[in-house]
Every structure is written in structure tokens, then in C-alpha cells.
T-cell receptor, first 114, second 112 residues
Framework: NAGVTQTPKFQVLKTGQSMTLQCAQD?????MSWYRQDPGMGLRLIHY???????DQGEVPNGYNVSRSTTEDFPLRLLSAAPSQTSVYFC?????????????FGDGTRLSIL | KQEVTQIPAALSVPEGENLVLNCSFT??????LQWFRQDPGKGLTSLLL?????REQTSGRLNASLDKSSGRSTLYIAASQPGDSATYLC???????????FGSGTQLTVLP
């Protein structure tokens, strides 16, 4: 039972490069989201999706794009990496946004921008 | 804007002690509150979820309480063990919003 799988686990980029962080879940969850975790600031929501073909912005969306072509996958794209985007990124999923079920998290992608 | 605060930021206790972690939130109009555990280099593991209509939830040695009117939740850990060492985060789901709002966590160390 894989749950939420994130790849890669670690990545180093140069300023201005672009990349895609992958997230996949095998629980048939409708709701998926991306958070970033910075020291002393908890987790902040970047983008979320309530189902295939539907995405919306969270608290800190600038510099990131998402798409949701399937229920299983929710990739996060950094368009032009900046040092301020150095962080740990977590993908989460749950049955639905109004669900009483807890959210499930992946193990994170640790991203450094030089 | 909902704000979630966890105090203390770090806590160190000897093995066997009972302990309480605190979480406070500014807007009492929440849908539910969730406690997570995070081990170093890992993701978040859900421990307990309390609906807004509930007062507490229990799982093994863990008990979480919720007082919506005062904007507080506590996580009680009984008979702590070194394996309980981790960062504990609380998060609230506002009633009208889609996302979780997280506190910055309490880093717990249980000394053998």
C-alpha cells in the first residue's frame, strides 16, 4: 500500500532553472494539495485540487504551477527557481475536501536553490 | 485570518512522564482539528482528528481534546517513551476553507 509517493526526495537547482516535483497517490483520493515547510513557519499551502481538471491557489502560489489531469497525479512545477523557494515540499491527499478523514502526506522533497 | 500557535517550541522530558502539548487557534469557526507527528526527514503522520462537534479523541496512549470556544486543543501523551521523540504539529481546517492551517510544531525529546 504505497499511499502518497513523492519524487525526487532531494534536488539541487540553480537559480532560473525549472523543474517538476511529482506526487502520486493510489487511494483514489479526490483532494490533493501541495505545502511547503520552512523553519519556524509550519506548513503553508501552495496549490490544491478538488478533483481531476480542477485546481486552485493556496496561501503562497507565486512561482508555482499545477495541473491535475488524472485522479492519481498532481505535479508541482517551478517555473524559474529562486533561492526563496528553497524548502521542503509535501504533497497531501484526502478523500474529499469536506471529508472527515485525515489527510495523508508523502515523505517530502527537499529542494535547494543555489 | 486563522493563526495557529504551538507552545512550547521544544520540550524535553524523562522517559515515563505524562506530558501535554498545547495548540491554540484564533478563529473558533473550525471544521476539525488534526494532530500530526513528524519524524526527522519524514512526512507527516496523522495521529488524531477531532471534529468540531467532539470534545476529545483517544488512540492508545494519546488523547487529544478540543475546546472550540476558547480556541485550544491539547495532546496528552501518557507514559512517554523515547520512540515518542518527534515534532508534533496541530492543524485546523476552517469551516469555510479548503486547506489546513498549521502550527509550527513542538519538538519533543523523551530521554531514556
Amino acid at each position: 500500500n504505497a499511499g502518497v509517493t513523492q519524487t525526487p526526495k532531494f534536488q539541487v537547482l540553480k537559480t532560473g532553472q525549472s523543474m517538476t516535483l511529482q506526487c502520486a497517490q493510489d487511494m483514489n483520493h479526490e483532494y490533493m494539495s501541495w505545502y511547503r515547510q520552512d523553519p519556524g513557519m509550519g506548513l503553508r499551502l501552495i496549490h490544491y485540487s478538488v478533483g481531476a481538471g480542477i485546481t486552485d491557489q493556496g496561501e503562497v502560489p507565486n512561482g508555482y504551477n499545477v495541473s491535475r489531469s488524472t485522479t492519481e497525479d498532481f505535479p508541482l512545477r517551478l517555473l524559474s527557481a529562486a533561492p526563496s523557494q528553497t524548502s521542503v515540499y509535501f504533497c497531501a491527499s484526502s478523500y474529499s475536501r469536506a471529508s472527515n478523514q485525515p489527510q495523508h502526506f508523502g515523505d517530502g522533497t527537499r529542494l535547494s536553490i543555489l | 485570518k486563522q493563526e495557529v500557535t504551538q507552545i512550547p517550541a521544544a520540550l524535553s522530558v524523562p522517559e515515563g512522564e505524562n506530558l501535554v502539548l498545547n495548540c491554540s487557534f484564533t478563529d473558533s469557526a473550525i471544521y476539525n482539528l488534526q494532530w500530526f507527528r513528524q519524524d526527522p526527514g519524514k512526512g507527516l503522520t496523522s495521529l488524531l482528528l477531532i471534529q468540531s462537534s467532539q470534545r476529545e479523541q483517544t488512540s492508545g496512549r494519546l488523547n487529544a481534546s478540543l475546546d472550540k470556544s476558547s480556541g485550544r486543543s491539547t495532546l496528552y501523551i501518557a507514559a512517554s517513551q523515547p520512540g515518542d521523540s518527534a515534532t508534533y504539529l496541530c492543524a485546523v481546517r476552517p469551516g469555510s476553507a479548503r486547506q489546513l492551517t498549521f502550527g509550527s510544531g513542538t519538538q519533543l525529546t523523551v530521554l531514556p
